[in-house]
T-cell receptor
Framework: DADVTQTPRNRITKTGKRIMLECSQT?????MYWYRQDPGLGLRLIYY???????NKGEISDGYSVSRQAQAKFSLSLESAIPNQTALYFC?????????????FGPGTRLLVL | GQSLEQPSEVTAVEGAIVQINCTYQ??????LSWYQQHDGGAPTFLSY????GLEETGRFSSFLSRSDSYGYLLLQELQMKDSASYFC????????????FGAGTRLFVKA
């Protein structure tokens, strides 16, 4: 079984709709992240959380919100989706106990906003 | 501000050696990582350098010069399966809070 899972894997929605992307992990890591990936722009950090009570904005948080329901679950919401939020979204986890911060990525959610 | 620069594309032949460079500008630098991403897949960790010098892992090596804010990934004995995108990433900020990724280098390996 995958250590980091994302649902849904693909989603098509319309402008103005609210949608939620979910991430679950079985790695036991405290740190979780949401990134979006656009062609030629690499991975850009949206939000990150270092534990259940900790939420931080990343580079591009406008138009997004997150919820850390438990250590293992981190959800990303688009309150009112717009076409330029069409992208590939990745959830990731990391272990702060290591000297190096290896990030473990989920399989991604491909989102299309019409 | 913070930024990472790496070439957008590199092409090499099977069996050859290729070097992918990365220069960075960040505050509170902690280390430089490299990730590989195949088309349709998720990024996967390759290597990490916190100190100056070369780290070797099989066919892949990674180098860091903190004084030059520069690093590279070296891939030897290239195989077709190495065709992928490669991202450098810096761990930065007070307490190593965030990892910032470069835009990625697309590597094409030709037969």
């Amino acid at each position: 079984d995958a250590d980091v899972t994302q649902t849904p894997r693909n989603r098509i929605t319309k402008t103005g709709k609210r949608i939620m992307l979910e991430c679950s992990q079985t790695k036991g890591h405290d740190r979780m992240y949401w990134y979006r990936q656009d062609p030629g722009l690499g991975l850009r950090l949206i939000y990150y959380s270092f534990d259940v009570k900790d939420i931080n904005k990343g580079e591009i948080s406008d138009g997004y919100s997150v919820s850390r329901q438990a250590q293992a679950k981190f959800s990303l919401s688009l309150e009112s989706a717009i076409p330029n939020q069409t992208a590939l979204y990745f959830c990731a986890t990391s272990d702060p106990g290591r000297t190096q911060e290896t990030q473990y990525f989920g399989p991604g959610t491909r989102l299309l906003v019409l | 501000g913070q930024s990472l620069e790496q070439p957008s594309e590199v092409t090499a032949v099977e069996g050859a050696i290729v070097q992918i460079n990365c220069t960075y500008q960040t505050s509170g630098f902690y280390g430089l990582s490299w990730y590989q991403q195949h088309d349709g897949g998720a990024p996967t960790f390759l290597s990490y350098n916190a100190l100056d010098g070369l780290e070797e892992t099989g066919r892949f090596s990674s180098f860091l010069s903190r004084s030059d804010s520069y690093g590279y990934l070296l891939l030897q004995e290239l195989q077709m399966k190495d065709s992928a995108s490669y991202f450098c990433a810096v761990r930065e900020g007070t307490g190593g809070f965030k990892t910032i990724f470069g835009a990625g280098t697309r590597l094409f390996v030709k037969a």
